[in-house]
Protein backbone atom coordinates (compact mmCIF):
# COMPACT_ATOMS: atom_id res chain seq x y z
CA UNK A 1 0.00 0.00 0.00
CA UNK A 2 1.22 3.37 -1.05
CA UNK A 3 1.84 5.93 2.05
CA UNK A 4 0.52 9.28 2.26
CA UNK A 5 2.24 11.72 1.32
CA UNK A 6 2.77 13.83 4.81
CA UNK A 7 1.27 17.14 4.96
CA UNK A 8 3.83 20.45 6.16
CA UNK A 9 2.34 22.84 8.85
CA UNK A 10 4.27 26.07 9.49
CA UNK A 11 3.41 28.08 13.07
CA UNK A 12 4.19 31.31 13.17
CA UNK A 13 4.00 33.86 15.96
CA UNK A 14 6.18 37.21 16.63
CA UNK A 15 9.28 35.72 18.34
CA UNK A 16 8.93 32.34 17.57
CA UNK A 17 9.95 32.05 21.39
CA UNK A 18 6.78 30.09 23.06
CA UNK A 19 3.59 29.94 21.16
CA UNK A 20 4.77 28.48 18.11
CA UNK A 21 7.34 26.26 19.72
CA UNK A 22 4.73 24.66 22.23
CA UNK A 23 2.72 24.17 18.58
CA UNK A 24 4.90 23.06 16.90
CA UNK A 25 6.15 20.25 19.49
CA UNK A 26 2.99 19.15 20.51
CA UNK A 27 1.58 18.58 16.87
CA UNK A 28 4.58 17.00 16.23
CA UNK A 29 3.51 14.88 19.27
CA UNK A 30 -0.24 13.73 18.21
CA UNK A 31 0.47 13.50 14.60
CA UNK A 32 4.26 13.39 13.37
CA UNK A 33 2.93 10.08 11.11
CA UNK A 34 0.85 12.55 8.74
CA UNK A 35 2.24 15.86 9.06
CA UNK A 36 5.83 17.68 8.75
CA UNK A 37 5.82 20.38 11.55
CA UNK A 38 7.81 23.57 11.58
CA UNK A 39 7.65 26.55 13.97
CA UNK A 40 9.43 30.65 12.92
CA UNK A 41 9.14 34.35 13.69
CA UNK A 42 8.71 37.48 12.20
CA UNK A 43 11.24 39.09 14.87
CA UNK A 44 12.44 35.71 16.08
CA UNK A 45 14.62 36.38 19.59
CA UNK A 46 15.32 32.85 20.97
CA UNK A 47 13.50 30.07 22.99
CA UNK A 48 11.97 31.20 26.41
CA UNK A 49 13.75 28.39 28.72
CA UNK A 50 10.17 28.51 30.59
CA UNK A 51 8.53 26.87 27.03
CA UNK A 52 11.21 23.98 27.26
CA UNK A 53 10.36 23.61 31.15
CA UNK A 54 6.32 23.17 29.94
CA UNK A 55 6.90 20.83 27.32
CA UNK A 56 9.26 18.52 29.63
CA UNK A 57 6.78 18.75 32.24
CA UNK A 58 4.46 16.81 29.95
CA UNK A 59 7.12 14.90 28.44
CA UNK A 60 7.23 16.42 25.15
CA UNK A 61 10.14 16.28 22.91
CA UNK A 62 12.33 19.61 22.44
CA UNK A 63 15.89 18.12 20.95
CA UNK A 64 15.07 19.64 17.93
CA UNK A 65 13.12 22.92 18.73
CA UNK A 66 15.32 26.17 17.41
CA UNK A 67 13.99 29.50 17.46
CA UNK A 68 13.98 30.85 13.46
CA UNK A 69 13.43 33.45 11.06
CA UNK A 70 9.87 33.37 8.52
CA UNK A 71 12.58 34.21 5.80
CA UNK A 72 14.54 30.92 6.63
CA UNK A 73 11.33 29.19 4.43
CA UNK A 74 10.76 31.33 1.64
CA UNK A 75 9.64 30.19 -1.72
CA UNK A 76 8.49 26.62 0.72
CA UNK A 77 5.13 25.36 -0.37
CA UNK A 78 2.82 24.60 2.94
CA UNK A 79 -0.75 23.01 3.10
CA UNK A 80 -1.39 24.97 6.45
CA UNK A 81 0.26 27.97 7.61
CA UNK A 82 -1.26 28.99 11.46
CA UNK A 83 -0.29 32.30 13.41
CA UNK A 84 -0.88 32.12 16.69
CA UNK A 85 -0.85 35.93 17.78
CA UNK A 86 -2.57 38.63 16.35
CA UNK A 87 1.05 41.06 15.43
CA UNK A 88 2.14 37.62 13.18
CA UNK A 89 -1.17 37.74 11.44
CA UNK A 90 -1.11 41.19 10.70
CA UNK A 91 2.62 40.83 9.76
CA UNK A 92 1.58 38.14 7.36
CA UNK A 93 -2.09 37.83 6.09
CA UNK A 94 -1.64 35.74 3.12
CA UNK A 95 1.51 33.43 3.25
CA UNK A 96 2.79 32.68 -0.11
CA UNK A 97 2.25 29.29 -1.32
CA UNK A 98 0.24 28.30 1.89
CA UNK A 99 -2.60 26.02 1.10
CA UNK A 100 -4.77 26.79 3.81
CA UNK A 101 -4.05 29.33 6.27
CA UNK A 102 -5.30 30.13 9.62
CA UNK A 103 -5.24 32.83 12.35
CA UNK A 104 -5.50 31.71 15.95
CA UNK A 105 -5.17 34.22 18.44
CA UNK A 106 -3.53 32.99 21.96
CA UNK A 107 -2.12 35.19 24.49
CA UNK A 108 1.55 35.34 25.09
CA UNK A 109 2.28 33.12 28.13
CA UNK A 110 5.23 35.76 29.07
CA UNK A 111 2.67 38.33 29.70
CA UNK A 112 0.10 35.93 31.03
CA UNK A 113 -0.71 36.97 34.83
CA UNK A 114 -2.33 33.47 35.51
CA UNK A 115 -1.16 30.74 37.59
CA UNK A 116 1.44 28.41 34.90
CA UNK A 117 0.87 30.38 32.00
CA UNK A 118 3.32 27.71 29.91
CA UNK A 119 1.29 25.13 30.96
CA UNK A 120 -1.99 26.92 30.43
CA UNK A 121 -1.23 28.15 26.87
CA UNK A 122 0.15 24.19 26.23
CA UNK A 123 -3.39 23.22 27.07
CA UNK A 124 -4.98 25.38 25.47
CA UNK A 125 -2.93 25.05 21.89
CA UNK A 126 -3.78 21.07 22.71
CA UNK A 127 -7.67 21.68 22.52
CA UNK A 128 -7.57 23.70 19.49
CA UNK A 129 -5.00 21.08 17.65
CA UNK A 130 -7.38 18.68 18.47
CA UNK A 131 -9.76 20.09 16.54
CA UNK A 132 -8.15 20.68 13.57
CA UNK A 133 -6.91 17.44 13.74
CA UNK A 134 -10.47 16.18 13.72
CA UNK A 135 -11.67 18.36 11.33
CA UNK A 136 -8.51 18.52 8.82
CA UNK A 137 -6.76 15.16 8.91
CA UNK A 138 -6.82 12.69 6.43
CA UNK A 139 -7.79 9.52 8.99
CA UNK A 140 -8.98 8.89 12.30
CA UNK A 141 -5.68 6.86 13.45
CA UNK A 142 -4.11 9.86 15.04
CA UNK A 143 -2.67 10.15 17.99
CA UNK A 144 -5.06 12.40 20.46
CA UNK A 145 -3.44 11.80 23.95
CA UNK A 146 -3.81 15.10 26.27
CA UNK A 147 -1.70 17.01 28.26
CA UNK A 148 -2.97 17.54 31.81
CA UNK A 149 -4.87 20.26 32.00
CA UNK A 150 -3.59 22.45 34.82
CA UNK A 151 -7.37 23.96 35.59
CA UNK A 152 -9.07 27.63 34.32
CA UNK A 153 -7.52 30.74 32.88
CA UNK A 154 -8.70 33.91 34.65
CA UNK A 155 -8.29 37.57 33.33
CA UNK A 156 -9.94 40.76 34.23
CA UNK A 157 -12.42 42.21 31.98
CA UNK A 158 -12.33 45.76 30.36
CA UNK A 159 -14.95 47.64 31.97
CA UNK A 160 -17.23 48.61 29.57
CA UNK A 161 -17.52 44.43 28.41
CA UNK A 162 -20.66 43.30 29.54
CA UNK A 163 -21.47 39.84 30.55
CA UNK A 164 -25.23 39.49 29.94
CA UNK A 165 -24.72 41.20 26.01
CA UNK A 166 -21.85 38.94 25.64
CA UNK A 167 -24.30 36.07 26.53
CA UNK A 168 -26.97 37.55 24.55
CA UNK A 169 -24.95 37.66 21.47
CA UNK A 170 -24.53 33.65 21.16
CA UNK A 171 -28.41 33.02 21.43
CA UNK A 172 -28.87 33.16 17.69
CA UNK A 173 -28.16 30.58 15.25
CA UNK A 174 -25.97 33.07 12.79
CA UNK A 175 -24.55 34.81 15.06
CA UNK A 176 -23.27 31.61 17.11
CA UNK A 177 -22.33 29.23 14.14
CA UNK A 178 -20.40 32.62 12.87
CA UNK A 179 -18.46 32.90 16.02
CA UNK A 180 -17.50 29.47 15.68
CA UNK A 181 -16.29 29.49 11.85
CA UNK A 182 -14.22 32.75 12.79
CA UNK A 183 -13.06 31.03 15.86
CA UNK A 184 -11.90 28.04 13.79
CA UNK A 185 -10.65 30.20 10.41
CA UNK A 186 -9.43 33.09 11.90
CA UNK A 187 -11.31 35.62 9.93
CA UNK A 188 -14.40 35.76 7.36
CA UNK A 189 -16.11 38.28 4.92
CA UNK A 190 -19.89 38.00 4.95
CA UNK A 191 -19.72 36.63 1.03
CA UNK A 192 -17.87 33.12 2.65
CA UNK A 193 -20.22 33.51 6.37
CA UNK A 194 -23.19 33.48 3.23
CA UNK A 195 -21.70 30.51 1.97
CA UNK A 196 -21.22 28.30 4.79
CA UNK A 197 -24.42 28.79 6.18
CA UNK A 198 -26.24 28.53 3.19
CA UNK A 199 -27.69 31.57 3.60
CA UNK A 200 -29.22 33.87 0.58
CA UNK A 201 -29.85 37.28 2.34
CA UNK A 202 -26.89 39.19 2.97
CA UNK A 203 -28.56 41.98 5.13
CA UNK A 204 -29.85 39.33 7.20
CA UNK A 205 -25.87 38.09 8.49
CA UNK A 206 -25.12 41.63 8.10
CA UNK A 207 -27.33 42.52 10.97
CA UNK A 208 -26.01 39.62 12.32
CA UNK A 209 -23.04 40.84 11.90
CA UNK A 210 -23.58 43.88 13.44
CA UNK A 211 -25.31 42.49 16.13
CA UNK A 212 -21.48 41.07 17.08
CA UNK A 213 -19.87 44.23 16.70
CA UNK A 214 -22.03 46.02 18.85
CA UNK A 215 -21.31 43.67 21.76
CA UNK A 216 -18.02 44.00 21.01
CA UNK A 217 -17.40 40.22 20.17
CA UNK A 218 -16.18 40.85 16.32
CA UNK A 219 -14.13 43.50 15.06
CA UNK A 220 -13.70 44.44 11.19
CA UNK A 221 -11.26 45.63 8.69
CA UNK A 222 -11.51 46.63 5.66
CA UNK A 223 -9.38 45.36 2.86
CA UNK A 224 -10.64 46.54 -0.65
CA UNK A 225 -13.91 45.96 -1.40
CA UNK A 226 -14.23 43.49 0.92
CA UNK A 227 -14.70 43.80 4.87
CA UNK A 228 -13.31 40.73 7.15
CA UNK A 229 -14.39 40.05 10.30
CA UNK A 230 -12.59 38.52 13.40
CA UNK A 231 -13.10 37.20 17.31
CA UNK A 232 -12.02 41.17 19.03
CA UNK A 233 -8.16 40.46 19.98
CA UNK A 234 -9.52 42.49 23.41
CA UNK A 235 -12.20 40.07 24.18
CA UNK A 236 -11.43 38.50 27.59
CA UNK A 237 -10.17 35.48 28.11
CA UNK A 238 -12.61 33.83 30.13
CA UNK A 239 -14.93 34.92 26.73
CA UNK A 240 -12.43 33.83 24.50
CA UNK A 241 -12.51 30.18 26.19
CA UNK A 242 -16.08 30.24 26.12
CA UNK A 243 -16.03 30.71 22.36
CA UNK A 244 -12.86 28.08 21.54
CA UNK A 245 -14.94 25.43 24.12
CA UNK A 246 -18.05 25.66 22.31
CA UNK A 247 -16.40 25.26 19.09
CA UNK A 248 -13.96 23.20 20.23
CA UNK A 249 -16.04 20.57 21.75
CA UNK A 250 -19.26 20.82 19.25
CA UNK A 251 -17.57 20.37 15.79
CA UNK A 252 -20.31 18.41 14.46
CA UNK A 253 -22.48 21.47 14.69
CA UNK A 254 -20.38 23.63 11.92
CA UNK A 255 -19.25 20.31 9.94
CA UNK A 256 -21.70 21.27 6.66
CA UNK A 257 -21.01 24.44 7.45
CA UNK A 258 -17.20 24.33 7.02
CA UNK A 259 -17.38 21.79 4.37
CA UNK A 260 -19.29 24.83 2.04
CA UNK A 261 -16.21 26.82 3.00
CA UNK A 262 -13.57 24.80 1.95
CA UNK A 263 -15.51 24.01 -1.20
CA UNK A 264 -15.95 28.13 -1.93
CA UNK A 265 -14.86 28.95 -5.14
CA UNK A 266 -12.78 32.20 -5.55
CA UNK A 267 -12.53 33.27 -1.65
CA UNK A 268 -11.53 36.48 -1.07
CA UNK A 269 -7.98 37.20 -0.96
CA UNK A 270 -7.25 38.39 2.56
CA UNK A 271 -3.75 40.21 1.57
CA UNK A 272 -1.58 40.55 -0.87
CA UNK A 273 2.02 41.00 0.95
CA UNK A 274 3.77 39.00 4.01
CA UNK A 275 6.35 41.70 5.53
Request: glycine share 4%; proline share 4%.
Amino acid sequence: MTALKKQKVLFLCTGNSARSQLAEALLRHKAADKFDVFSAGTSPEGIDLRTIEALKRFGLQTENLTSKNITLFEGQVFDYVITLCDKANSECRNYPHAGKQFSWDFPDPKTRTDNNPFSATLNELNTRLAMFLLVEAKSNSVDNTSPKSLGNDTAESPSDFSPITFYKSLTDDIRLKTLMLTHYHGELCVCELMAALEEDSQPKVSRNLAVLKKSKVITDRKHGQWVFYRINPELPLWAKTVIAQTTENNVLLINQELQRLSNMQNRPDKSSFCK
